[in-house]
């Protein structure tokens, strides 16, 4: 069985570089024992190298290094250039991060729409943002999810079309280095209800059946689908055993040490 990933996006918090220092290290001291989990924090951009250096510079940390890895939240489609305010994939993996989500929905949304979106990016530009992850050596985390779920079901059309044109001229052999975590916007962020893990494995069959169609099984045997919203330390195990989610992609609880600290020990002995 392969490792479950759980992939902490911090989002804009904590809001200084000592919170995020005490919670980096709160989280460092609740892996030491970890083996069948990976772990990944995403922090924003501005505390990226604090983190790398950290995992790099202290002696017992080299163990820890092998557990825990960094990510940014986005980057940019191009490797250098006249783009004022953007950051590259390139100089991420410079830095030290392995992993970028991609495509998350406080970025797909219309800006300022009530969905909680802020740039309103596309398809498109995911797409190059995922060939740009690549080409640079991270992984991508593409973040998929419809708005809401209707009744004729075509959020499952909606979610293909995701799919589909994120992943447009995605080699075969690349494939299985996408992460594709499933995060219904719905389920996001306070006063949402999680999905239940009925619908979270449904949406995983879903998913790996339009990653077959176009890649291959072969190609897709090792992809892993992760579930994100609402997660928590209540949730997790029906998510891993009832839903059979490759990993999480948590919000909230990752800026809460006991929970988050949690929901790695619950991952730890229920993956089996
Ligand atoms: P919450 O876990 O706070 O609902 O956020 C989920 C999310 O958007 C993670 O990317």
């Known amino acids: 069985m392969s490792k479950s990933i759980i992939i902490a996006n911090w989002k804009m918090n904590p809001e200084n570089l000592k919170e995020a220092e005490r919670l980096f290290s709160g989280i460092i001291k609740s892996i030491s024992d970890i083996k069948k989990t990976e772990i990944v924090i995403c922090p924003p951009?501005?505390?990226?190298?604090?983190?790398?250096?950290?995992?790099?510079?202290?002696?017992?940390?080299?163990?820890?290094?092998?557990?825990?890895?960094?990510?940014?939240?986005?980057?940019?489609?191009?490797?250098?250039?006249?783009?004022?305010g953007e950051i590259s994939a390139p100089m991420?993996?410079?830095?030290?991060a392995r992993y970028a989500i991609i495509g998350h929905s406080e970025r797909r949304n219309p800006p300022f729409s009530s969905l909680g979106g802020t740039i309103g990016e596309t398809n498109l530009e995911i797409n190059k943002k995922i060939?740009?992850?690549?080409?640079?050596?991270?992984?991508?985390?593409?973040?998929?999810?419809?708005?809401?779920?209707?009744?004729?079901?075509?959020?499952?059309?909606?979610?293909?079309?995701?799919?589909?044109?994120?992943?447009?001229?995605i080699s075969k052999n690349s494939i299985s280095k996408?992460?594709?975590?499933?995060?219904?916007?719905?389920?996001?962020?306070?006063?949402?209800?999680?999905?239940?893990?009925?619908?979270?494995?449904?949406?995983?069959?879903?998913?790996?059946?339009i990653l077959s169609d176009k890649f291959g099984v072969k190609f897709i045997s090792g992809a892993r689908i992760i579930y994100g919203g609402s997660v928590d330390d209540k949730n997790v195990e029906s998510f891993?055993?009832?839903?059979?989610?490759?990993?999480?992609?948590?919000?909230?609880?990752?800026?809460d040490?006991?929970?988050?600290?949690?929901?790695?020990?619950?991952?730890?002995?229920s993956n089996n």
């Not at 593409?142 to 779920?149: A, D």
């Not at 209707?150 to 447009?168: A, P, R, S, T, V």
């Not at 499933?182 to 069959?205: C, D, S």
Request: glycine fraction near 8%.
């Open 45 to 84: 951009f501005i505390f990226l190298p604090y983190f790398t250096k950290a995992i790099k510079s202290e002696e017992k940390l080299i163990k820890i290094s092998k557990k825990i890895k960094i990510g940014a939240q986005d980057l940019f489609f191009e490797d250098s250039g006249a783009y004022t």
């Open 92 to 96: 991420l993996y410079d830095i030290g």
């Open 131 to 169: 060939k740009a992850a690549l080409r640079a050596g991270l992984q991508p985390i593409l973040c998929v999810g419809e708005n809401l779920r209707d009744e004729n079901h075509e959020y499952l059309n909606f979610i293909k079309i995701q799919i589909e044109e994120c992943l447009d001229g």
């Open 178 to 209: 996408v992460i594709v975590a499933y995060e219904p916007v719905w389920a996001i962020g306070n006063g949402a209800r999680p999905a239940t893990p009925e619908e979270f494995y449904e949406m995983k069959i879903f998913i790996r059946k």
């Open 240 to 255: 891993i055993k009832e839903g059979k989610a490759d990993g999480f992609l948590p919000g909230r609880a990752s800026l």
């Open 257 to 269: 040490i006991k929970k988050f600290s949690q929901i790695i020990k619950i991952c730890e002995t």
